[in-house]
């Protein structure tokens, strides 16, 4: 389990490799998921939990002024997540 902090502004790439069994709890802010065809997708406030296996799900940005924190699981001999 990894916990990411995006800091105001902040934007992570989804490498669906690693991010495949990937299961997201928003635990601090607000994240808006960017989707593939370049729009904007849903912003998730706290205890907001999404899987991101075929969502079309491009990346992680966080669109307020806060850092936001992302409790990412993945079940055991996943590979780890990059920022």
Do not use: Y
């Amino acid at each position: 389990m990894q916990t990411l902090a995006l800091r105001p502004g902040a934007r992570i790439t989804v490498i669906a490799e690693e991010w495949h069994n990937a299961f997201c709890v928003v635990t601090r802010g607000r994240v808006r998921l960017e989707l593939r065809d370049g729009e904007p997708g849903p912003v998730l406030g706290p205890d907001a939990a999404f899987w991101l296996r075929g969502t079309g799900v491009r990346a992680l940005h966080n669109p307020c002024r806060r850092t936001a924190r992302v409790r990412v699981i993945t079940p055991p001999g996943s590979r780890a997540l990059t920022e």
